[in-house]
Nanobody
């Protein structure tokens, strides 16, 4: 079955950087569009970034544009999210997600079928 396992979360000071990874198995990774979402307690899960199967097309939420970079290594079946200039409001659980049967990136949560368990990112002042 499909498994998405995130890693790389942690505690970081405002202005710092983190890189999240998502190891995928059980799917044709290079044919699967992937995305990152995040969720604060009591809030809706929100879109952060997405990338097409070949990695040629990316989308970002306005709140992270210019600070975060999504990328993928199809040879390693791994998705990444490089987060720079972190802000207090970036604190959330970050989830990796995949779209079944399509390499076309999307920004809507409902477009994704597979989800990881999440990794906590906490930004402190």
């Amino acid at each position: 079955q499909v498994q998405l396992v995130e890693s790389g979360g942690g505690l970081v000071q405002a202005g710092g950087s983190l890189r999240l990874s998502c190891a995928a198995s059980g799917l044709s990774f290079s044919s699967t569009a992937m995305g990152w979402f995040r969720q604060d307690p009591g809030k809706q899960r929100e879109f952060v970034a997405s990338i097409s199967g070949a990695g040629l097309t990316t989308y970002y939420a306005n709140s992270v544009k210019g600070r975060f970079t999504i990328s993928r290594d199809n040879a390693k079946n791994t998705l990444y999210l490089q987060m720079n200039s972190l802000k207090l409001e970036d604190t959330a659980v970050y989830y990796c997600a995949g779209r079944s049967g399509t390499a076309v990136a999307h920004t809507e949560r409902a477009a994704y079928n597979f989800w990881g368990q999440g990794t906590q990112v906490t930004v402190s002042s």
